[in-house]
């Protein structure tokens, strides 16, 4: 009898060791699923931020189709209640990495494809310059080819030089500067002749051999070289036969 309760008693410590290793298996087994399952809710948010990125930057690239399929597996993936340990965060992170790389493509190359355009416009833009102008100094050409040269405003115009010595030369007696000044204003009135121009060009002439210059009282007379009037300068100071005019 007491062998038997022995075996009984031994038996009972068994199962109850058996028992509380279970427990602990299983206290331990929901404990793991638990962490998984709250990986797998958290990558679960992280798709569907991502799914809600890549509609927008799809809409912004100006393809509108509907995303049924994205729609479809995120609603399949609620279902998280019996994931083996296989199942964890780790492996499924790369399809989500390879998404965002994916959605980060789309407009770097809807970048470069703006870019292109860009630089296709400015190509054109200059090419529409140059034309321009090209054209423009075509024009000019013409206009300045069917345009006649203006003739030189001086030519055949004597100079003033040119004028005194011609008019002492016409002259009989000497004549003073004023003199010369009065006549020449009146037959060339366009040129605005002065006395004071016209005595230092008149001293240049007598300078250069061409007048000669002589005095009658305090007044200065001149005459072209070879006429003869200034031989007869001193002859004509007096009073009786010429009245001086001084400058």
């Not at 069917?146 to 009989?172: C, F, M, N, Y």
């Not at 240049?204 to 007048?211: E, T």
Request: aromatic share 2%; hydrophobic share 40%.
């Amino acid at each position: 009898m007491t062998q038997v309760h022995s075996e009984t008693t031994e038996l009972q410590s068994q199962y109850a060791a058996q028992l509380t290793a279970d427990l602990e298996r299983n206290t331990k087994e929901q404990e793991r699923i638990s962490a998984e399952v709250t990986a797998l809710q958290e990558l679960l948010e992280a798709l569907r931020r991502d799914q809600d990125l890549l509609v927008n930057l799809r809409r912004t690239l100006g393809d509108e189709a509907p995303a049924a399929a994205g729609a479809k597996a995120a609603e399949a993936a609620v279902t998280v209640a019996s994931v083996p340990r296989q199942a964890s965060a780790a492996p499924k992170s790369k399809p989500v990495k390879q998404q965002q790389k994916a959605a980060a493509a789309k407009p770097a190359k809807a970048s470069e494809a703006v870019k292109a355009v860009k630089a296709v416009k400015a190509v054109k833009a200059v090419k529409a310059v140059k034309a321009v102008k090209t054209t423009s100094r075509s024009a000019g050409t013409k206009a300045a080819a069917k345009t006649p040269a203006p003739a030189p405003a001086a030519a055949g115009k004597p100079t003033l030089v040119e004028l005194i010595h011609d008019h002492l030369s016409r002259q009989s007696e000497p004549r003073s500067a004023a003199e010369i000044t009065s006549t020449l204003s009146e037959t060339h009135p366009e040129r605005g002749v002065k006395a004071t121009v016209v005595r230092t060009t008149v001293e240049g002439l007598v300078a250069k051999g061409r007048a000669q210059r002589s005095k009658q009282g305090t007044s200065v007379y001149y005459t072209a070289a070879g006429t003869g009037a200034g031989d007869d300068s001193a002859q004509q100071a007096a009073p009786e036969q010429k009245t001086p005019v001084t400058d």
